[in-house]
T-cell receptor, first 118, second 114 residues
Framework: GAGVSQTPSNKVTEKGKYVELRCDPI?????LYWYRQSLGQGPEFLIY????????DSGLPNDRFFAVRPEGSVSTLKIQRTERGDSAVYLC????????????????FGPGTRLTVL | AQSVAQPEDQVNVAEGNPLTVKCTYS??????LFWYVQYPNRGLQFLLK??????LVKGSYGFEAEFNKSQTSFHLKKPSALVSDSALYFC????????????FGSGTRLQVQP
């Protein structure tokens, strides 16, 4: 498809388990973002990739969270030792190459992965 | 630090009437401003953005927004609401330089009654 895709759409896990969430960005988009949206809130930034490297990971809440993008396309968000407070919708977005002005291209969002930690 | 405020949790409007969804922001520098809409069980969809230039920005589905620098506002408007406009609307901001992450407001639910 032409949009950002995320798998799985829903993930239920038990406290303490490890989970991986996958994002497939729009083809050709070099910038990729992860956000987390809790119930009744707006999305909160987690991490931003430009190509293969994490250009800004200041939003990751702690060292249980990690993300990779080894080939500059698909990205995986990894959460170790999940806690009930990690339950949220995890959103991925991508955007095209930033322009000379520093980049102001809009981000295109996927449908999200709803993570529930029991 | 940057922040966005959407002071109304919900806005109710009758179909055919004009609608306004409010947004104010706080940044240390020049803002890039965005509006997104979220339908149930779907991702955020981009509506419009303000980067520079004309303060009145036109976007998708007949929506527009007016950038007001003195009031640090970026209210979303539509001249005639449709029932199908009922959804959750998010305002977002980032600086024109540096950090690319968007800061979102908490969202406003728009309910358009037939």
């Amino acid at each position: 498809g032409a949009g950002v895709s995320q798998t799985p759409s829903n993930k239920v896990t038990e406290k303490g388990k490890y989970v991986e969430l996958r994002c497939d960005p729009i083809s050709g988009h070099t910038a990729l973002y992860w956000y987390r949206q809790s119930l009744g809130q707006g999305p909160e930034f987690l991490i931003y990739f430009q190509g293969t490297g994490a250009a800004d990971d200041s939003g990751l809440p702690n060292d249980r969270f990690f993300a990779v993008r080894p080939e500059g396309s698909v990205s995986t968000l990894k959460i170790q030792r999940t806690e009930r407070g990690d339950s949220a919708v995890y959103l991925c977005a991508s955007s095209s190459v930033p322009g000379l002005a520093g980049g102001h291209n809009e981000q295109f969002f996927g449908p999200g992965t709803r993570l529930t930690v029991l | 630090a940057q922040s966005v405020a959407q002071p109304e949790d919900q806005v109710n409007v009758a179909e055919g009437n004009p609608l306004t969804v409010k947004c104010t922001y706080s940044v240390s520098g020049n803002p890039y401003l965005f509006w997104y809409v979220q339908y149930p069980n779907r991702g955020l969809q981009f509506l419009l953005k303000y980067i520079t230039g004309d303060n009145l920005v036109k976007g998708s589905y007949g929506f527009e927004a007016e950038f007001n620098k003195s009031q640090t506002s970026f209210h979303l408007k539509k001249p005639s609401a449709l029932v199908s406009d009922s959804a959750l609307y998010f305002c977002a901001v980032r600086l024109d330089t540096g950090r690319r992450a968007l800061t979102f407001g908490s969202g406003t639910r728009l309910q358009v009654q037939p």
